[in-house]
């Protein structure tokens, strides 16, 4: 799952003690561990070697230049969704030509951008979006790939705001849609249309979405190759499940089992575009407890974290586990679980400074005894953690760690005050 591990009842990042970073860098700090996102990435190759596809890791979740260079040098290629992104791959070494671009709203700043960049493929989101693709191509003597996102119509079983592969949804055009877009645009000059994209929510954590969505867009796929049109390319997404308890999400061998028997031998290059998958197991976010108080019957355990640094309990009531980095005997942990039963817990509810309500980290947790100054950790933070971060409430953001074996070095130093109004007028 990942390298971070209870060692004489306290926790360590592969071989540094979470409580040394802390103490150094001061809370809250993302630690980010090297190892799990190497193994992530290479579990996910080694699964799917049958199909050779073309990975390429999703930038949004985990963006951090460092860690872009770090699946760079991986060899992996890029999912992005905006200029700033791209700008991000290239600065941090990643391969245009492994780079597809996905997006409803790419402006033409940004188009002609990744147009002079070569990158591989646009996903494209609309017909007027293909229509001004074509019309930017066409003003360019570099050679255009694309493939037409199409929603399925599955559902993921995903939280509502994470879904976004069902008719209703604003991404993607639907499959009746689909065939006239490739009647109209799909022997373009100036582009090459030739590729299905799917992407239909996450996290995903069952196979039958995935297969579900594939048998449709390879009847999809057979129609095109009837009336004439080359297909050469199905991108399936991103999407993959992680642990936010374990054991939770299916392993990269399960999904590769579930997908490679049916795009064997049709002529398809395999594309993914995982992001949680290989980022969210790979960092946590450390914070310390400044105050504990009682409200009612309610223990709350105030800490410095906020939903400024992690906005996914705020914002889809993600789970994510939280023990203290360093523990009193019989509160070492291996399992992460949503029912935890040690005795000596105590229900509280985290959270963090901002005024806001929603602003929790956990409700109605068990926990060990929590008293001013203890480090807490928050697991599978990695993925839509500080890339979601703002300065909310005039909160300077949390710095980044990396670490790798014995070692740790500043990736994104703290932001300071001066940082709040420096580009401020
Ligand atoms: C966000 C996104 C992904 C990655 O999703 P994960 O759940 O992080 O794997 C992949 N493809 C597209 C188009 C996305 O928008």
Redesign the pocket.
Known sequence: MDYFKYKDNQLFCENVPVAQIAQQIGTPVYIYSTATFQSHYKKLVEAFAELEPLICY?V??CSNINICRLLAELGSGF?I?SGGELYRVLQAGGQADKVVY?GVGKTDEEIRQAIEAGIACF?IESESELENLILLASQSDRRVQAALRVNPDVDPKTHRYTTTGKKESKFGVNLERALKVFEEFGHDDHIKLNGIHL?IG??VNTVEPYIQAIKKALVFIDELRDKGFTIETLNV????GADYTTGEAPIAADYAAAIIPLLRDKGLRLIL?????ISGNAGILVTKVLYMKQGGDKTFAIVDGAMNDLIRPALYEAFHFIWPVQVADGFAVENRSNTIEIPGTQKMDVVGPVCETSDFLAQDRLLPPLQRGDLLSIFTAG?YGFAMSSQYNSRPRAAEILVEGDSFRVIRRRECYEDLISIEK
Do not use: I, M, Q, T
């Open positions: 999703s949004k979740g999912d969704v996905a996903n992407h996450s996290p997404g991103g999407g993959f575009e995982p992001g949680r998958s993925a």
